[in-house]
């Protein structure tokens, strides 16, 4: 069977599809990546797949389980099963009904969502941790390490990740969730209960969102050899940024690279309920919660607990002066993670692998075929389309700047380049061949064997 992971944003997902699928290389299955065409190849082929869903799309998870796949439900959002209210939780695990598996982060996710799961289901609920934590480890700090990052910011610079994307959307915050409001998969966004819940998140963000503005300027005169740099949640507005630290010659807002690029040579990474703070944990950096409002409500509880918390500026300093996580801290933290994270205790990619062979049948061998002159055209022309309704101004020209800042090209060399230093940093990992099928998207397949 072909296994098949489409990529919503490509900067924050490519490098664990990739380690993922050499894994499910190492078990002789190929694997499909790329946006949303992998779909267009689902619909269009007999199969069958093994689908690795992330969104919820209830039409495609359905034919393929209408072709004889399996659907293995895979949800990046690692603390959303444990912070969020029932409405999203119930919309989170209604996936069940056109899902094979529900995979999960670790063991303190099972018991909320089994109350809204069918007693005979509760089995499909499985801990796998999720195959991104994989690749954040000391081990590799090679393959994230950017020669050109260094080159312009040295090794001892302040990255400020932020996480404001409620409030500071790309698209805005009403624009936002009209478009999510549309998507059958996400209609919990139209319900008042949840939108209720989302103003209260706004609020809480612009306050922090404003706070880690000021904290930038302070850390910018305190340390004015040092960088500070910015970087927002790929759904986050840059400009929200830029038109208030315009005038800080050493602070730097970017989207460029991936963040852990950013992490693996950062003195030390300040966030906010982010993912990036347990990222930077597992690559032992001295990582900071910036908590400017004492009042956590509105706080992740699983990613409040990562890191040395400081409530002002000058904690802040201290804890970037001292240039050290404590161990006792970080030994805590962990042990407080575990069981909201199996990553810490084993490898995701390999019981996904293990997970995709055992659901396959042996049905014979197929592969997806690239597509011809004209479909090839066809995708080259909506493409060029996105580039030039980019420049427009306005909501419309927002909107394709969005789609494109998370999904830019993809390019073949690009991918074996990546893949082949995974393979160098772990040499069991199989070779590998690559077929481009489409624009954006590939077929990664194991070698034949000599």
């Known amino acids: 069977m072909i296994c098949v992971i489409p990529i919503e944003i490509i900067v924050r997902e490519l490098d664990y599809v990739l380690y993922l699928s050499l894994h499910l290389a190492s078990k002789g299955l190929s694997t499909m990546i790329g946006d949303h065409m992998v779909n267009r190849f689902i619909m269009d082929s007999n199969g069958p797949f093994v689908y690795f869903d992330s969104d919820q799309n209830k039409r495609i998870n359905t034919t393929v389980l209408n072709k004889g796949g399996a659907v293995i439900n895979l949800n990046s959002e ?18 069940i009904n ?24 509760i089995k499909d609920l499985v801990v796998t941790g999720h195959p991104s934590f994989d690749l954040a480890s000391h081990r590799f700090i090679p393959y994230y390490t950017n ?29 936002y969730l009209n478009m999510l409001s549309k998507m059958q998969e996400w209609a919990v966004y139209t319900t008042p209960e949840h939108r209720a819940h989302l103003q209260q998140r706004y609020e809480h963000e612009e306050k922090t969102a404003t706070a880690f503005i000021e904290l930038a300027k302070v850390l910018s005169k305190q340390y004015p050899n040092k960088h500070i740099i910015i970087r927002p949640h790929p759904a986050e507005s840059m400009y929200f940024y830029t038109k208030q630290l315009s005038n800080y010659p050493n602070i730097f807002v970017t989207k460029k690279n991936s963040v852990r690029q950013w992490i693996v040579t950062a003195g030390a990474i300040v966030h906010h309920d982010c993912t990036t ?58 042990e407080s993670l575990r069981l909201g994270m199996d990553n810490l205790d084993g490898c995701a990619s390999i019981k996904l692998a293990d997970l995709a062979i055992s659901l396959s049948t042996d049905t014979g061998s197929w592969m997806p075929k690239p597509l011809g002159l004209w479909g090839n055209i066809k995708c080259w022309r909506k493409y060029a389309s996105k580039l030039l309704r980019a420049r427009q101004p306005g909501r419309n020209g927002k909107k394709v700047r969005y789609a494109l800042n998370k999904f830019s090209r993809l390019k073949k060399n690009d991918i074996e380049t990546k893949l082949h230093l995974l393979r160098s940093l772990e040499p069991e990992l199989p070779k590998f061949e690559v077929q481009q099928l489409c624009l954006n998207n590939y077929l990664i397949k194991p070698a034949p064997k000599s």
Not at 81 to 93: E, R
Not at 303 to 314: D, K, L, P
């Open 78 to 95: 690692l603390q959303g099963y444990i912070d969020d209210p029932d409405q999203m939780q119930k919309n989170f695990i209604k996936v």
């Open 277 to 334: 703070g347990l990222e930077a944990l597992l690559m032992d950096k001295l990582v900071i919660q910036y908590q400017p409002d004492t009042d956590t409500q509105n706080s992740s509880e699983f990613m409040n607990r990562i890191g040395v918390r400081t409530n002002n500026s000058n904690e802040t300093i201290a804890l970037i002066d001292s240039g050290h996580m404590p161990k006792t801290i970080r030994h805590e933290t962990l």
């Open 147 to 175: 020669k050109d990052i260094i080159r312009n910011h040295g090794r001892d610079y302040i990255l400020m990740n932020t996480s404001f994307g409620m409030f500071n959307h790309e698209m805005g915050f009403e624009n």
């Open 98 to 121: 056109y899902a094979s598996k529900i995979c999960l982060s670790g063991q303190a996710q099972i018991e909320p969502l089994s109350r809204f799961v069918p007693e005979n289901r």
